[in-house]
């Protein structure tokens, strides 16, 4: 069972390290493709980058799930070795992705609602006039086709890989 638990979070790992992938290959489109809905409503451009607005998977886009892929490799490794500390490594772990996807999939069905509030408590009142909803539907259609089924694959595989490893580690 700690075998099956290791698959599922080698599999947790790969879904995250494919965030920062997607993002490196497809970001400065989907920037072009913001900036380009931008200057349709009459904003500076320019403010993304005064605001240190990203697309691409710099920073904490490619840090966060890095890690997280790092402690999901570690601790499928202690479930291969059988060591002691596997389930409980896996109960921490796996318990804690499943509650940060629970709050990437929020954040993602409330992009439109956050992003204007997150521009308004900026104070660049520039910023603050920018249709939000058409300008991350501009960003959004940069992306291939796919990358829309990527993102539900990659969570039906971190929701179903966590819940999958910590039932097996609870029946080892």
């Known amino acids: 069972m700690n075998a099956l ?4 979070q ?10 920062p992938v997607v993002r490196h290959r497809f970001g400065p489109a989907a ?3 913001a900036v380009a809905e931008l200057r349709r409503q009459n904003v500076r451009p320019e403010v993304l980058e005064e605001n240190k607005l990203r697309f691409d998977a710099g920073g904490h886009e490619t840090a966060a799930p890095v890690t997280v892929a790092a402690i999901m490799t570690a601790t499928a490794a202690l479930n291969l070795a059988d060591a002691g500390l596997a ?16 709050v990437i999939v929020h954040s993602n069905l409330t ?11 900026k104070g660049d009142p520039e910023l603050a006039r920018v249709e939000v ?8 259609n940069a992306f291939p086709r796919w990358a829309r089924a990527h993102t539900y694959i990659r969570n039906t595989v971190v929701f ?4 999958i490893a910590l039932i097996a580690v609870s029946f080892a």
Do not use: C, D, H, Y
């Not at 080698?10 to 965030?19: E, P, Q, R, T």
């Not at 956050?114 to 521009?119: D, G, I, L, Y």
């Not at 909803?133 to 959004?140: D, G, M, Q, S, T």
């Open 5 to 8: 638990a290791a698959v599922m």
């Open 10 to 19: 080698l599999l947790v790992a790969v879904a995250f390290v494919s965030i």
């Open 160 to 163: 179903a890989g966590s819940a």
């Open 87 to 102: 389930p409980l490594m896996t109960w921490i772990f796996s318990s804690l992705v499943l509650l940060m996807n629970v």
């Open 31 to 33: 920037k072009a493709a």
């Open 133 to 140: 909803a058409p300008f991350l539907k501009a960003a959004e």
């Open 111 to 121: 992009a439109v609602k956050s992003v204007q509030a997150a521009f308004r408590r």
